[in-house]
């Protein structure tokens, strides 16, 4: 079963671009998340979708959006890019439902973003 | 605020022997408990979890330890090998508030298994 992939993996963009980050998440899983990881805040969660929906969200600006569609593959969206958005962007899937199991995520090779 | 706790940066451990990684919370909502390893320029691998109704759950030469009263949990590593050499991530979520899907991490341990 192939996992979560993540493409690209690397990027090189600069202040004021924007990007668009893209996810396919493990078969079957429906629940997509996004969190980014930098060396002063660790590994911070951005957002989840699940059925196409924005289910839960982390306290990051509005320049950070994503969508997800109807076959779970998930596109992250960063505006007017900034320095400090340089990061590796992980996506991670999970099955969600009632179990603890089915909420385990999986997480993707991620994609660096540096911002010159 | 920092939710999750790691608070140290790096082990350093002998082949053979145990590896204990600790983890505190502050988040009393947190009911399930994962840990992760992470290698460079790869994403994160789920090693291990808990729930907040046990107190110890084992998989091979994993097991993780959870004391609720504390906010503590601990990882076992037992025996070390050199391949589990790598980054270790706590985190938890609070799956009873429509939130499973939002982990929170801690700021990683740095795990080396020396020969």
């Known amino acids: 079963k192939a996992g979560v992939t993540q493409t690209p993996r690397y990027l090189i963009k600069t202040r004021g671009q924007q990007v668009t980050l893209s996810c396919s998440p493990i078969?079957?899983?429906?629940?997509v998340s996004w969190y980014q990881q930098t060396p002063g805040q660790g590994l911070q969660f951005l957002f989840e979708?699940?059925?196409?929906?924005?289910?839960n969200k982390g306290n990051f600006p509005g320049r950070f959006s994503g969508r997800q569609f109807s076959n779970s593959r998930s596109e992250m969206n960063v505006s007017t890019l900034e320095l400090g958005d340089s990061a590796l962007y992980l996506c991670?899937?999970?099955?969600?439902?009632?179990?603890?199991?089915?909420?385990?995520?999986?997480f993707g090779a991620g994609t660096r973003l540096s911002v010159l | 605020d920092q939710q999750v706790k790691q608070n140290s940066p790096s082990l350093s451990v002998q082949e053979g022997r145990i590896s204990i990684l600790n983890c505190d919370y502050t988040n009393s909502m947190f009911d399930y408990f994962l840990w992760y390893k992470k290698y460079p320029a790869e994403g994160p691998t789920f090693l291990i979890s808990i729930s907040s109704i046990k107190d110890k759950n084992e998989d091979g030469r994993f097991t993780v330890f959870l004391n609720k009263s504390a906010k503590h949990l601990s990882l076992h590593i037992v025996p070390s090998q050199p391949g589990d050499s790598a980054v270790y991530f706590c985190a938890a979520s609070a799956q009873t508030t429509g939130t499973a899907s939002k982990l929170t991490f801690g700021t990683g341990t740095r795990l080396q298994v020396t020969l």
């Open positions: 078969s079957g899983h429906r629940s």
């Open positions: 991670a899937s999970s099955r969600r439902g009632g179990s603890e199991a089915k909420n385990i995520q999986y």
């Open positions: 979708y699940f059925s196409e929906t924005q289910r």
